[in-house]
C-alpha cells in the first residue's frame, strides 16, 4: 500500500493559519492526493483533494510541490472546531481506495 | 458531498451473536461502498469494497464469512458481524463513492461491542 507520512501531532492558536505537511515520496503519475480529517468518535471527512496544481476549496488550500512528493495543507483560520486528526493519502483516482495512515492530530487553543 | 447514516450508531451485543450494521446513502445512489474497522487510538482500517449488485472484495486478513457484506441496492450496503467475540469490539465505518466523484462521504460510525 502507498504510504504517506506525516507528524503526529501539531498545536495552533485559534484564528491562526496551520499548515500540515505531508510527504508522499512514492507517489506516481496518476496517484491523487487526498485529505481528510476525523473529529473525535465520528466518521472522516472530505477536505480537498489535488494532482499536480494547488487546489482550495472553502475548507482548505492544498499546496502541492512541484516534484509532487510533498504536499501541504493549509487551514487558513484555524478554529475550536477545526481540532481533528488529519489523514493525508495518496490513491489511485479509479480505485479510490483509501489507505489511511497515522494521521496528525491537530490542537487548536484558544 | 452526500449524507451518509448508520444504523445501528451504537450496539452491545453477547458473544457468540451476530450483528447487522447499515449505511444507506441517502441523497445520491452509491455504486460502491467501503467498510472501514478503527480500533481505539488507531487509525482507520479498510476491511472491504463493496459494489451494487456483486460481491464484495475483501481486504486481506479480513475473514469474508465472518463479516458478511450485502449491497443490494444503490442506497444501502449491510456488515453482518457473524459469531461476534470481543476482540471484535470497534468502530466500523462506512463510506460511499459515487460513479466518478473522488472523494468518499463516510458515516458517523457504528460502535459495537461484545461482551
Known amino acids: 500500500d502507498a504510504k504517506t507520512t506525516q507528524p503526529n501531532s501539531m498545536e495552533s492558536n485559534e484564528e491562526e493559519p496551520v499548515h500540515l505537511p505531508c510527504n508522499h515520496s512514492?507517489?506516481?503519475?496518476?496517484?491523487?492526493i487526498h485529505w481528510y480529517r476525523q473529529l473525535p468518535s465520528q466518521g472522516p471527512e472530505y477536505v480537498i483533494h489535488?494532482?499536480?496544481s494547488n487546489v482550495n476549496n472553502r475548507m482548505a488550500s492544498l499546496a502541492i510541490a512541484e516534484d509532487r512528493k510533498s504536499s501541504t495543507l493549509i487551514l487558513h483560520r484555524a478554529t475550536l472546531r477545526d481540532a481533528a486528526v488529519y489523514y493525508c493519502?495518496?490513491?489511485?483516482?479509479?480505485?479510490?481506495?483509501?489507505?489511511f495512515g497515522g494521521g496528525t492530530r491537530v490542537l487548536v487553543k484558544p | 458531498g452526500a449524507v451518509v447514516s448508520q444504523h445501528p450508531s451504537w450496539v452491545i451485543c453477547k458473544s457468540g451473536t451476530s450483528v447487522k450494521i447499515e449505511c444507506r446513502s441517502l441523497?445520491?445512489?452509491?455504486?460502491?461502498m467501503f467498510w472501514y474497522r478503527q480500533f481505539p487510538k488507531q487509525s482507520l482500517m479498510l476491511m472491504a469494497t463493496?459494489?451494487?449488485?456483486?460481491?464484495?472484495?475483501?481486504e486481506q486478513g479480513v475473514e469474508k464469512d465472518k463479516f458478511l457484506i450485502n449491497h443490494a441496492s444503490l442506497t444501502l450496503s449491510t456488515l453482518t458481524v457473524t459469531s461476534a467475540h470481543p476482540e471484535d469490539s470497534s468502530f466500523y465505518i462506512c463510506?460511499?463513492?459515487?460513479?466518478?466523484?473522488?472523494?468518499?462521504?463516510f458515516g458517523p460510525g457504528t460502535r459495537l461491542t461484545v461482551t
Open positions: 463510506s460511499v463513492r459515487a460513479g466518478n466523484l473522488y472523494e468518499q462521504y
Open positions: 493519502i495518496q490513491s489511485k483516482a479509479a480505485g479510490n481506495k483509501l489507505t
Open positions: 512514492t507517489i506516481s503519475g496518476t496517484d491523487y
Open positions: 441523497d445520491f445512489q452509491a455504486t460502491t
Open positions: 463493496s459494489n451494487e449488485g456483486s460481491k464484495a472484495t475483501y
Open positions: 489535488g494532482l499536480t
